[in-house]
């Protein structure tokens, strides 16, 4: 995989528990914190594109605001069908600013 590291936001606007929006290159993609680390998944619901940041984040559990569907976000796996799920991005933080690999 090759990297491309995008900026999506400073670190400290990201607390432990929560998610954010970001945008990216203009892509929609949720980033979370849980346990100190940091997940980013695509920010629409495979199911009808519901916007995830949203939803409710409880540990790694994602739930869409929509229809309740629940996802991973440390793989993006829908937890009812393991066939279904999320794009995943890579992150890091770096000199207080996290950023995302959308490649
Ligand atoms: S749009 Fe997310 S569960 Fe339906």
Redesign the pocket.
């Known amino acids: 995989m090759s990297e491309n590291w995008i900026y999506a936001m400073d670190d400290t606007a990201l607390l432990e528990g929560h998610m954010a929006a970001v945008y990216p290159l203009g892509v929609n993609v949720l980033i979370a914190r849980v346990g100190g680390k940091i997940y980013a998944v695509s920010g629409r ?6 916007p ?1 940041f949203t ?1 409710h984040l409880e540990g790694h559990t994602l739930t ?6 629940r996802f991973d976000v440390r793989t993006g796996r829908f937890l009812d069908a393991a066939e279904l799920g999320l794009a995943v991005y890579s992150t890091k933080s770096e000199a207080g600013k996290v950023f995302v690999n959308l490649n």
Do not use: K
């Open positions: 619901c495979v199911h009808m594109a519901c995830l939803g869409c605001p929509c229809h309740d569907w």
